[in-house]
């Protein structure tokens, strides 16, 4: 029996699974209804015990649509999101890992006995720790045919896994500067990678990152949803808002939209037909209107691009192509756009199958015996007190790996976040980056370097038992940051301080992010040489988790 390590690609409509066979090829695993990529929707059906995936999910839920549930990749990490299901609250990291448990169930199927060893799963490039975090635990809950929890190799940001696929399908020589343009169902990531290939050895450097987590097609099917629902109402004379709001139709024009959209890819019009209240039309949708309702949106990924370039000091002068990844980028707009806008070479590479393609090559060429114990779990020195459960070297081989046809990879991938502490300088609080944006992974930051004389409370006199540290995340790029530029990462984290200490007492604070982009954090007592590891609850606490041990219970159907 063999085994294999994978590629999937969680995406926010769809995802797809790959992998790396005997014979140095990608193969792309189909499901269980013969199709390469798995549509990201989920239906619970109201006993309890059942889940449908895919495309049946929308069709079992057509009757039931407030049990369907999509785009929930757009909330992964997110406390406040969400879903009751049968009375249990289940967050979007344990939706996710209900689609991730029907893609290792197929892939398990198409390998016909051969065992899953581990997974590569890949992330929008701007996913921050919350939800890199997410992710990871809803690939760990997902339990194996032989009864082991899946081992999660690594998070791997898409357009860098999209990039190495390219790569992988260029032998020659290559030294380019290429941006990524990846429009997905769901979200939007735009980044700038260097590609040096020099014969055997390849480095692929990410040079800055940027996106929008709720930006995808599925804002473009939306347009179409409210032209044709506008026209529809216009002509039968239906309450327009009562059909907004009706879960029937809800499903039924995220189904129909789509199709259209697609259409409209390869003909100039397109129709659809509502039936509402008794009521039925014909409703007709141009090329040239869809365009029209939809430019603002396609504006947008221009305005993140120009963006991102503007703040790392870089212009279009410097990219060579831009790789378009994606499967909205099928869209004629896309290209039309780009080159109007940008006027650069423009490489449609394998749109749906690019990101699972370059995660299972990444995958095929990592060791797991060297990140992982004897019982499956991330090889750290204590994974309970690191956020995340890696350690900062435990993932470190992971930046390089063995291609196809023996080349030798070397990924070098950045901080897609700024992490910043809060302290005190005369009784006003400051903000400090101790690990910037775009700084290579794993990445190390203390305050030493910017604050050499730190204190406890800034000031003589008074003992304190406690120093309280607080932790954001920003996308500002400078050393110090506006409190109004961070969102708060973790709760204030209490280091207690045995005996008690002076105000004076120098302290520093450090900052680690290992190769998966999680964080780790101590403190150091400067005077006497006391270290503190210390144990970040994040934001929301737990909430994001909610739902994950539950899922080895639902079957799938």
């Not at 057509?62 to 997110?78: C, F, L, Q, S, T």
């Not at 940008?342 to 749906?352: E, G, I, R, T």
Request: net charge negative.
């Amino acid at each position: 029996m063999a085994s294999r390590k994978i590629g999937i690609d969680l995406g926010t409509t769809y995802s797809v699974v790959s992998y790396v066979d005997d014979t140095g090829v990608i193969t792309n695993v189909e499901s269980s209804e013969g199709e390469k990529t798995t549509p990201s929707i989920v239906y619970f059906d109201a006993d309890g015990s059942t889940v449908v995936v895919g495309s049946a999910a929308r069709e079992a839920g057509a009757m039931d649509p407030d049990r369907v549930i999509e785009r929930v990749k757009n909330y992964m990490g997110d406390p406040n999101f969400m879903k009751e299901i049968n009375g249990q609250q289940m967050s979007a990291s344990a939706i996710s890992s209900v689609i991730l448990k029907k893609l290792i169930a197929d892939t398990e199927k198409w390998l016909q006995g051969d065992e899953i060893e581990g997974a590569v799963i890949t992330c929008p490039a701007y996913f921050g720790d919350a939800a890199r975090e997410a992710t990871r635990k809803a690939g760990e809950a997902v339990e194996l045919s032989n009864g082991q929890k899946l081992k999660v190799l690594k998070i791997m940001d898409e357009p860098t896994a999209a990039a190495i696929a390219y790569g992988n399908s260029h032998p020659e020589d290559m030294h380019k500067t290429v941006l990524i343009y990846d429009l997905g169902g769901g979200t939007f990531d735009c980044t700038v990678m260097r590609l040096d290939f020099n014969g055997q050895d390849r480095k692929y450097q990410v040079v800055t990152t940027g996106g929008d987590h709720k930006l995808g097609g599925k804002d473009w099917d939306k347009a179409i949803s409210d032209y044709v629902r506008s026209e529809f109402c216009n002509e039968t004379g239906c309450d327009e808002e009562a059909m907004k709001n009706d879960p029937e139709q809800t499903v039924w024009f995220s189904e129909k939209a789509e199709a259209t959209k697609k259409m409209l890819t390869q003909k100039e019009s397109a129709t659809m037909t509502p039936n509402f209240e008794s009521s039925k039309a014909r409703i007709e949708i141009t090329r040239e209107k869809f365009n029209e309702l939809t430019r603002g949106l396609f504006a947008q990924t221009t305005a993140l691009i120009d963006q991102m370039l503007e703040k790392k000091g870089m212009t279009m002068a410097e990219i060579d192509e831009i790789i378009l990844v994606g499967g909205s980028t099928r869209m004629k707009q896309v290209e039309e756009g780009l080159t109007a806008y940008y006027n650069k070479p423009l490489v449609s590479f394998d749109p749906d199958k690019a990101v699972s393609n370059g995660a299972a090559l990444v995958a095929s060429g990592m060791s797991v015996d060297s990140n992982f114990n004897e019982d499956g779990t991330p090889a750290t020195a204590d994974a309970g007190t690191v956020p995340g459960g890696f350690g900062g070297e435990s993932m470190s081989l992971s930046t390089s790996f063995e291609g196809t046809g023996g080349t030798q990879n070397e990924i070098i991938e950045l901080c897609t976040k700024s992490y910043c502490l809060r302290y005190y300088s005369n009784g006003q609080p400051k903000f400090l980056n101790l690990v910037k944006k775009d700084t290579p992974k794993p990445a190390h930051g203390t305050t030493a370097s910017v604050i050499p004389n730190l204190t406890v409370g800034g000031a003589d006199g008074g003992m304190f038992d406690s120093v309280n540290i607080f932790i954001l995340e920003n996308e500002e790029l400078t050393d110090d940051v506006a409190e109004d530029k961070c969102a708060p990462l973790y709760e204030e984290m209490p280091v207690p301080f045995t005996p008690p200490v002076r105000g004076d007492a120098r302290v520093e604070v450090t900052l680690d992010v290992d190769i998966n982009g999680q964080l780790i954090l101590t403190l150091v007592e400067l005077d006497t040489g006391v270290r503190h590891e210390v144990h970040p609850v994040r934001k929301g606490g737990d909430a994001a988790s909610k739902g994950l041990d539950e899922v080895s219970g639902f079957t799938l159907a």
